[in-house]
């Protein structure tokens, strides 16, 4: 194995990219495998994770017990949990603000359920994407000072708000629970929990809203239950919440290391239950029955919860998650499937034209592409530009004008950190809000600034435009099709939950013949191809998704007989009551 050349010589594949091999170091392969009487492909894997053997045992399980750190290393977390207890026992009316991503709503259901468990009165508010735009304004605050709330908890949002948090200084208490980076201090308000404010030394960074809310929610019930308040009541069950801190974490892409593991293992765990009626009406309403997973959660779950507050009413997410009517639930899911249906139309609307302007700009070198239509759907702009992202291998920025303003949202891709970007074009004037981190960021501007806020990035940006035209792929092994079994799939199963920081492992079948294939589903864009090695054998079922043209869907489908490697993840797939091996492409080369 040339572990220095491109991995099986592939330069270039089917699918534009360059396989490269992701490996780690034999020594601390084989010591993980020995020590834990682990298969050698397990060790493997997880050397080149970078988990060393100190350390498999906690990543092949993850528990509370051992990851979830004291809450108390936050700055401002004890500040946060003696108001929230004192709330408690006063029982008090506290309004939770949240924000109309799948982390705001998961962040803000959470400290909702707690809250109101623990006996307050509590109201909440989402804002709405178009009219007030994203985080605490000044008239919502009001609104929920004037229902009689004294103690406000901003979720997901409020770090870059302390003008519109001033404006209830004196006649509220508020709480920020937050994870957004910030640019200075901290608004001047009772507590900034946040990991990522500058002056927070946790290296809890990586941590999303609702695992923060989680730790928040810990540190409260800890200090009642000092103060003796669960002497004469039954304490909050803080790990039924955890189906929200994992749908959370996996949808805001956040690494799945560390306690992120453990949040989500147990999440999961405590989702498979069904206990919260929201959740699981949108599991039967999706249809989603194999065992649950990050999948389920990133591509079933969380888009239709973000759905609505991209196009739809903003806090309907929330509400359905808050839910214990299932009735009330189903009716809820049901309408967000609709919404979500929506979305998908208006994002296609979108994405073609968007997808040949950007192919102009590559073409012609350039390092970010900045795109801008009329009247399209600002909830929708940062899913185009995550196509374009995937597409061309640059940050990609995309913006709907309207009114003379352009208000748009972009995606980086590793290595670019496109949110100090736009941050910097808006203290240079170019923009009029802005803000965001290394991959993603948000921003509005006067439509005739775009050119000089597409000069500015290029220029800012300008090592993208050495970038290869498709990002290479990590190949962490070879298997021969007759060797792409139950079992090997049931042991790379044990390096789940994979996601963002533990993506699933990618292997190469190696001189795969394609025996069949045709397109499935109600739109054709599956492949759906039964494999067999040179030599004959069992034949494997492979699927290739978002398949409608290309070289890589006509080599499937041409059925030549030629062998070619192909790319993907190995799956145990339950269907009917039996389990099969599923290979799932993620890129092919001909040999």
Same mark, same amino acid.
């Given at each position: 194995?040339?572990?220095?050349?491109?991995?099986?010589?592939?330069?270039?594949?089917?699918?534009?990219?360059?396989?490269?091999?992701?490996?780690?170091?034999?020594?601390?392969?084989?010591?993980?495998?020995?020590?834990?009487?682990?298969?050698?492909?397990?060790?493997?894997?997880?050397?080149?994770?970078?988990?060393?053997?100190?350390?498999?045992?906690?990543?092949?399980?993850?528990?509370?017990?051992? !990851?979830?750190?004291?809450?108390?290393?936050?700055?401002?977390?004890?500040?946060?949990?003696?108001?929230?207890?004192?709330?408690?026992?006063?029982?008090?009316?506290?309004?939770?603000?949240?924000?109309?991503?799948?982390?705001?709503?998961?962040?803000?259901?959470?400290?909702?359920?707690?809250?109101?468990?623990?006996?307050?009165?509590?109201?909440?508010?989402?804002?709405?994407?178009?009219?007030?735009?994203?985080?605490?304004?000044?008239?919502?605050?009001?609104?929920?000072?004037?229902?009689?709330?004294? !103690?406000?908890?901003?979720?997901?949002?409020?770090?870059?708000?302390?003008?519109?948090?001033?404006? +209830?200084?004196?006649?509220?208490?508020?709480?920020?629970?937050?994870?957004?980076?910030?640019?200075?201090?901290?608004?001047?308000? !009772?507590?900034? &929990?946040?990991?990522?404010?500058?002056?927070? $030394?946790?290296?809890?960074? *990586?941590?999303?809203?609702?695992?923060?809310?989680?730790?928040?929610?810990?540190?409260?019930?800890?200090?009642?239950?000092?103060?003796?308040?669960?002497?004469?009541?039954?304490?909050?069950?803080?790990?039924?919440?955890?189906?929200?801190?994992? #749908?959370?974490?996996?949808?805001?892409?956040?690494?799945?290391?560390? +306690?992120?593991?453990?949040?989500?293992?147990?999440?999961?765990?405590?989702?498979?239950?069904?206990?919260?009626?929201?959740?699981?009406?949108? #599991?039967?309403?999706?249809?989603?029955?194999?065992?649950?997973?990050?999948?389920?959660?990133?591509?079933? #779950?969380?888009?239709?919860?973000?759905?609505?507050?991209?196009?739809?009413?903003?806090?309907?997410?929330?509400?359905?998650?808050?839910?214990?009517?299932?009735?009330?639930?189903?009716?809820?899911?049901?309408?967000?499937?609709? &919404?979500?249906?929506?979305?998908?139309?208006?994002?296609?609307?979108?994405?073609?034209?968007?997808?040949?302007?950007?192919?102009?700009?590559?073409?012609?070198?350039?390092?970010? #592409?900045?795109?801008?239509?009329?009247?399209?759907?600002?909830?929708?702009?940062?899913?185009?530009?995550?196509?374009?992202?995937?597409?061309?291998?640059?940050?990609?920025?995309?913006?709907?004008?309207?009114?003379?303003?352009?208000?748009? *949202?972009?995606?980086?891709?590793?290595?670019?950190?496109?949110?100090?970007?736009?941050?910097?074009?808006?203290?240079?004037?170019?923009?009029?809000?802005?803000?965001?981190?290394?991959?993603?960021?948000?921003?509005?501007?006067?439509?005739?600034?775009?050119?000089?806020?597409?000069?500015?990035?290029?220029?800012? !940006?300008?090592?993208?435009?050495?970038?290869?035209?498709?990002?290479?792929?990590?190949?962490?092994?070879?298997?021969?099709?007759?060797?792409?079994?139950?079992?090997?799939?049931?042991?790379?199963?044990?390096?789940?939950?994979?996601?963002?920081?533990?993506?699933?492992?990618?292997?190469?079948?190696?001189?795969?013949?394609?025996?069949?294939?045709?397109?499935?589903?109600?739109?054709?864009?599956?492949?759906?191809?039964?494999?067999?090695?040179?030599?004959?054998?069992?034949?494997?079922?492979?699927?290739?998704?978002?398949?409608?043209?290309?070289?890589?869907?006509?080599?499937?489908?041409?059925? $030549?007989?030629?062998?070619?490697?192909?790319?993907?993840?190995?799956?145990?797939?339950?269907?009917?009551? $039996?389990?099969?091996?599923?290979?799932?492409?993620?890129?092919?080369?001909?040999?």
């Amino acid at each position: 194995m040339n572990e220095s050349g491109p991995a099986l010589g592939v330069a270039r594949s089917l699918g534009g990219r360059r396989w490269v091999w992701r490996l780690g170091e034999d020594r601390v392969a084989l010591g993980i495998a020995q020590r834990l009487a682990l298969p050698e492909i397990v060790g493997r894997l997880l050397a080149a994770r970078g988990v060393g053997l100190d350390a498999a045992t906690d990543f092949l399980e993850p528990t509370l017990r051992a !990851l979830l750190p004291d809450p108390s290393i936050l700055i401002d977390m004890n500040l946060a949990a003696d108001r929230l207890a004192r709330a408690v026992k006063a029982g008090e009316t506290v309004g939770v603000f949240g924000d109309y991503d799948v982390d705001g709503a998961c962040s803000a259901a959470l400290m909702v359920t707690l809250l109101r468990g623990l006996g307050c009165v509590v109201h909440h508010h989402v804002p709405d994407r178009m009219k007030e735009g994203y985080g605490p304004n000044a008239r919502a605050l009001r609104g929920l000072v004037d229902r009689g709330v004294g !103690l406000i908890v901003c979720v997901d949002c409020g770090t870059a708000a302390a003008d519109a948090l001033g404006e +209830v200084r004196g006649e509220a208490d508020v709480i920020v629970l937050d994870h957004h980076k910030a640019e200075g201090a901290p608004p001047a308000i !009772l507590a900034t &929990v946040n990991p990522n404010r500058l002056d927070d $030394s946790s290296g809890l960074g *990586s941590l999303c809203a609702a695992g923060i809310a989680f730790l928040t929610a810990v540190a409260t019930v800890r200090v009642l239950r000092r103060q003796g308040h669960f002497v004469t009541s039954r304490e909050p069950d803080l790990m039924g919440l955890l189906d929200l801190v994992a #749908l959370a974490t996996v949808c805001d892409v956040m690494p799945l290391t560390g +306690v992120n593991r453990a949040l989500v293992c147990q999440g999961l765990k405590v989702m498979a239950r069904r206990g919260r009626p929201g959740i699981a009406a949108l #599991l039967d309403v999706t249809q989603a029955r194999d065992s649950l997973s990050t999948f389920t959660c990133g591509f079933a #779950l969380g888009p239709r919860i973000n759905a609505a507050g991209r196009i739809s009413e903003a806090d309907m997410g929330l509400r359905l998650l808050l839910s214990d009517d299932p009735a009330e639930a189903m009716v809820l899911a049901e309408r967000l499937d609709s &919404v979500n249906r929506q979305r998908q139309e208006v994002e296609a609307g979108m994405l073609e034209h968007a997808l040949h302007e950007a192919g102009l700009q590559a073409d012609a070198g350039a390092a970010v #592409l900045l795109v801008a239509g009329e009247a399209w759907h600002p909830g929708v702009v940062g899913i185009v530009a995550g196509r374009i992202k995937e597409r061309f291998n640059r940050p990609a920025c995309v913006a709907g004008i309207a009114a003379g303003l352009a208000k748009g *949202s972009g995606r980086s891709v590793t290595g670019i950190d496109l949110g100090a970007a736009v941050i910097a074009a808006r203290q240079m004037g170019i923009l009029a809000t802005g803000g965001g981190h290394a991959m993603a960021a948000g921003f509005s501007l006067p439509t005739d600034r775009i050119g000089d806020f597409r000069a500015f990035l290029n220029e800012r !940006l300008a090592a993208a435009s050495a970038l290869p035209g498709a990002a290479d792929l990590p190949v962490e092994g070879t298997v021969a099709v007759q060797g792409a079994t139950i079992e090997l799939a049931r042991q790379l199963e044990r390096l789940a939950p994979f996601g963002a920081g533990n993506e699933e492992p990618t292997l190469v079948l190696q001189r795969a013949r394609v025996v069949r294939a045709d397109r499935v589903g109600k739109e054709g864009n599956t492949i759906r191809a039964f494999v067999e090695g040179e030599g004959g054998g069992p034949r494997l079922k492979a699927m290739l998704f978002r398949a409608r043209e290309g070289a890589l869907s006509d080599a499937l489908l041409n059925r $030549s007989g030629l062998p070619m490697h192909l790319a993907g993840h190995l799956r145990a797939e339950a269907w009917n009551g $039996s389990v099969t091996p599923g290979f799932f492409i993620s890129d092919a080369a001909m040999v």
